[in-house]
């Protein structure tokens, strides 16, 4: 046991320090888009504004780094990185932002309705929930890009596949 732990000490510092450092990143854009949102918003922010809080509050929470999978956890960065995109977007194109925002608001809501307080969330939904931060991440910052193809197409169908309805 000793010499497994030994022989794996360095992959844990490494790992560790990857892990710290996308977090720093992460956390330096959560910063930045709260930052943003603080105070007086203008009226074309409001329901944009809202949606992004609830998103974030999604993605960064107490023990958000321990509750979100390895898997999705590195592509936090990124995510929040299309949050301060659309941002930056938001005050040329609120109407774009609006039509976007229509096309993700249904899937979000039956997904946070099934996700309900995440204990017996199987691993259909919990994709699906992290493939809508894909879709924003396509929508909003389509440059940013994405693993695999993402689409409102793609998620309904899918959805269906989960015998959601």
């Known amino acids: 046991f000793a010499a497994r732990v030994e022989a794996g000490r360095s992959e844990i510092v490494t790992a560790a320090t990857q892990l710290a450092e996308r977090m720093n990143d992460a956390l330096a854009a959560f910063h930045r888009v709260r930052q943003s949102l603080k105070g007086n918003v203008p009226l074309s922010w409001i ?8 998103q974030l509050a999604h993605l960064v929470y ?7 999978p390895a898997a999705y956890r590195q592509n936090l960065p990124r995510y929040l990185k299309a949050v301060e995109r659309r941002l930056e977007r938001l005050s040329q194109q609120p109407d774009k932002d609006r039509r976007l925002r229509v096309e993700i608001e249904p899937l979000w809501a039956r997904c946070k309705q099934r996700w309900g307080d995440g204990r017996n969330v199987g691993e259909a939904l919990r994709d699906y929930r992290w493939q809508i ?13 994405t693993p695999r193809p993402v689409s409102v197409a793609r998620l309904e169908k899918r959805w269906k596949e989960m015998g959601s309805g």
């Not at 329901?47 to 609830?54: Q, R, T, V």
């Open 133 to 145: 931060e894909e879709l924003r991440v396509s929508l909003f910052a389509q440059e940013l890009g």
């Open 62 to 68: 107490p023990g958000f780094v321990r509750a979100t």
């Open 47 to 54: 329901e944009a504004a809202a949606d992004i809080n609830d």
